[in-house]
């Protein structure tokens, strides 16, 4: 569990140095100009970002061509997908020093920043409906086995506290209950912002429930803290588990359309970048 926290914590830092130094050299690039977008460089940096968006186009022929099924795993396939996504533009912007000059480089600029745009957007819809950025397609049977393994692990604390449970199951019916129009998008947006204060608010109750039995009980000190973290960590499991089982319908319904708009997008930037080749060369 240390080694997992310090890994995260590792790419976090390194996530960030990456993208300090890249708006660093963005900066560089667009102010001191020291090269231009015709010259060896720039235009390399380009040829080689075109290339990379036109690539884009293989993860939907891989999925959709039978021939390619066994053209290694669809999540390698993805993960490449998305780093393609993301280093393509970045060289087309170093390629054009930050400077949209003609129509067709305007075209082809604005379309790209709408296909990363509604890539990082695909992203994070993509998580909520997945084990993990790379993983399998999760269920809604899967979710709901989740939430009732966590009421499961939460039982026995049930006994502490009763009004616990009546709290909890409160928030649960709040989060199935069937609504419609403005009431249901509402409660989709502010679910887990509600989750949050029910569970600091159980939390609370919980805690000065087991305080009070390790008190009466002589509870050691190593037990105490054992007890109350582990309690916290179910309250957290469950209330998000319901947070999950409640939303996975709509997520997967956004992914769906998302999905709808952004494989469009992406042959409208392949083909806007081919036009802009073309009237490079030509003029």
Known sequence: ?????????LSRIALVASIVTLVALAWFVATSRPYKSGSDLGYYMGLVGGLMMLSLLLYPLRKRVKFMNRAGKL???????M???????????FHSTFKIGA????????VMVLVVISGLVGRFVYRHIHHGLYGSRATLAEAEQQMKQSADNLSSVFSLV????????????????????GARIWRFMTLHQRARGVALEVQREAMQAIK????EQNWPEDKFLQQRQQ???????YIE??????????????????????VPFIFLLVFSGVLHVVAVHMY
């Open 1 to 9: 569990m240390q080694t997992n926290s310090i890994t995260r914590s």
């Open 231 to 237: 309690v916290k960590a179910q309250i957290d499991e």
């Open 212 to 215: 009070q039995t390790a008190k």
């Open 75 to 81: 999540s390698g396939w993805f993960s490449v997908h």
């Open 162 to 181: 009763p009004a616990m449970g009546e709290k909890l199951a409160a928030f649960h019916a709040y989060a199935f209950a069937k609504l419609t129009g």
């Open 241 to 262: 588990a319901i947070c999950g089982a409640a939303m996975f319908a709509t997520w997967e319904r956004l992914f769906s359309l998302w999905h709808v708009i952004h």
């Open 83 to 93: 780093v393609l996504g993301i280093v393509g533009p970045v060289l087309v912007l």
């Open 103 to 110: 129509a067709n480089s305007r075209i082809a600029y604005y």
